[in-house]
């Protein structure tokens, strides 16, 4: 958080009053608790460009009619192994659970599981929703997508065709689960934001502008003739994160039946890909976890260049056991955007620790 | 090619050529048809560290008894959207194509059909097996290990951990479909291999050496103390390609049960993943056409720094018409092995043309 100071909180008060905050803006108590619930998770794993301060928004689009305050999916196709809902622009945070629960009951069924969800508002992050499935000893994959965006150029382009797709795995182990959870492209939007806000550099050129230049330099991002970001691999493997980007944007919005030109308005709801898949439609668990120990063992101790090798998730766990502990962590700049809803509301925040 | 001559034959004359080949050393009529037809296929589709130039390694692997020459696969385990074989190195090109085609029954009975395969004698390019699926109006993504092969590292690591592994989706559109095949690694162990065999430099630094040093050259990959290959992202994004490795290894070998303990010895054998989705599952097909092609299009149309943005898969159908139309291409080192086969099986190579 460089040279900004850290306001810690209770983690239960801070739920509540995001809870209170979403009811008051119109949300149902579930609607008002999942979306809470799964914000606060993005903090907690480390996601603080998709945590708590993305709440105003959310408050937003429940007040002016971009997210509904509840109501039911509408079930556009429903087979052995994969279905499809038209959120109607729920809240993504009160859809996804839903939606992976369905997976996982189908994977249980079938060996896999598979959601496509079309019309969902903003799901924030996909992280915070992975352990539904490596609770109970399944895997999961997310990918999503975001019809109203263009922020991520085509390789070669210098132009913004595609959004900035997030891409996440989950998978149990005999310890703690495997998370990742990264966007395919070189940069994600919020941390683009994110420089701005904090007048930084991007750590690395991951924007080409308007001219077709390689930049750093965030405020290229946000000109008129605005530079793209672009794709996982930059300008000499970037087919590699173009062809990927594809690949999340065709499974996720042209599976779901609904592409740019439809969802030209729909601002920033997201299309999404969810699989869930059982190890034990395959054969012995154990043998399947043996097998994942193994090769994640094999990574923790192969020799590094400095510091050790780390796994996947490992962060986002030492993050949220720590801040479960000693409570939620927010920078100066996420907690202005949260003094702001509680000055919309009129709902004070919880006292710090 | 470089400066190297390229030799041009008749692609049936080198197909059937291929076939006798295998059939000489000791492939039955269908494993020696499909083997020949999918090698080959890989040239041309423009993957020509995965073609013919794997003939020799494939009569090889046959004569010593590391492939089987005919056989059935043993079903591990068949529920209704996955099933698992144990091929017991049977050879890929004979496998995959059994397999897709269980998944593609799958996939039309369920919506997804999922394949696994483990001990499959090496599978060559990925590329080659996708239109099995798209020409049906299918979607299909493949990813392969190699449990017996140790050619990656950890992001951050600086020891081979993983095996340089290929990921491929096949997309069916209103015109040729889009066709995407990569390693997840910064380069594959065959274009080290070329590289080195050329006497060139990589054309980046791909390599990281038992000193934790980036290096472009190739020889230090065959070194004693061997560098080994970075995953896709490179010093500053390897964690995305760490993980998307790590999902490969985890979706391919965890899965089908069969780890590098088990598998040490599987020399080049690999475990597979396959998926084939069916659009029609889920709704109109020709919705699913029109957002795919509207998101390609889009990239297509997009402004360019220089040359114009294309299509994966672009080429692989140009190298494919030109060669149908020209003849098959070999360079100098390609023919080099080929002559070897020729020699070995005293079998002459047909005429140039």
Redesign the interface.
Same mark, same amino acid.
């Given at each position: 958080m460089n040279s900004e100071n850290t306001h810690k909180f209770d983690y239960q008060a801070m739920l509540d009053w995001a809870i209170a905050c979403l009811q008051s803006a119109g949300a149902s108590a579930e609607v008002a608790r999942t979306t809470a619930y799964y914000l606060l998770e993005g903090d907690m794993l480390g996601y603080r460009t998709h945590g708590l301060v993305r709440l105003y928004d959310n408050m937003r689009w429940l007040r002016d009619g971009k997210s509904r305050t509840e109501g039911e999916v509408t079930v556009?196709?429903d087979?052995?192994?994969?279905a499809?809902w038209d959120a109607g622009f729920l809240p993504g945070p009160y859809v996804m659970p839903k939606a992976i629960q369905v997976a996982i009951d189908k994977a249980k069924?079938?060996?896999?599981g598979?959601m496509?969800l079309r019309r969902s508002q903003h799901v924030a992050s996909l992280a915070a929703y992975l352990s539904l499935a490596t609770e109970q000893q399944l895997?999961i994959?997310v990918m999503a997508s975001s019809p109203g965006q263009r922020a991520v150029?085509?390789? $070669?382009?210098? @132009?913004a065709?595609?959004s900035p797709n997030p891409?996440a795995?989950g998978?149990p182990t005999s310890s703690q689960a !495997?998370i990742?959870d990264?966007s395919?492209s070189?940069t994600a939007a919020g941390k683009v934001r994110q420089a701005k806000a904090n007048g930084q550099r991007l750590?690395?050129a991951a924007l080409?502008t308007?001219d077709?230049e390689w930049s750093d330099d965030p405020h290229t991002f946000f000109a008129e003739n605005a530079s793209a970001i672009a794709p996982? $691999?930059g300008a @000499?493997?970037g087919?590699?994160g173009?062809?990927?980007t594809?690949?999340s944007?065709?499974?996720s919005?042209? !599976?779901?039946?609904?592409?740019?030109?439809?969802g030209a308005d729909d601002g920033d709801a997201n299309s999404v890909w969810i699989?869930v898949?059982d190890?034990a439609?395959?054969?012995?668990y154990a043998?399947?976890q043996?097998?994942?120990d193994?090769?994640?063992q094999?990574?923790l101790n192969?020799?590094?260049?400095?510091?050790?090798?780390?796994l996947?998730g490992q962060q986002s766990h030492a993050h949220k056991q720590r801040q479960l502990r000693h409570g939620v962590e927010f920078s100066d700049a996420i907690l202005r955007v949260l003094q702001r809803c509680a000055d919309d509301r009129q709902l004070p925040l919880p006292a710090e620790r």
């Open positions: 556009v196709s087979r052995p192994a994969i499809c069924q079938c060996g896999t598979t496509l895997l994959s150029t085509a390789h $070669g382009g210098k @132009q065709v595609f891409f795995i998978v !495997l990742f990264i395919l070189m750590p690395y080409v308007a077709g996982l $691999g @000499q493997l087919y590699k173009y062809g990927l594809l690949f944007e065709i499974w919005m042209a !599976l779901s039946l609904h592409g740019r030109q439809a699989q898949i190890p439609a395959i054969g012995d043998a399947f043996a097998v994942t193994e090769l994640l094999a990574a192969s020799a590094a260049i400095d510091p050790p090798v780390r996947p």
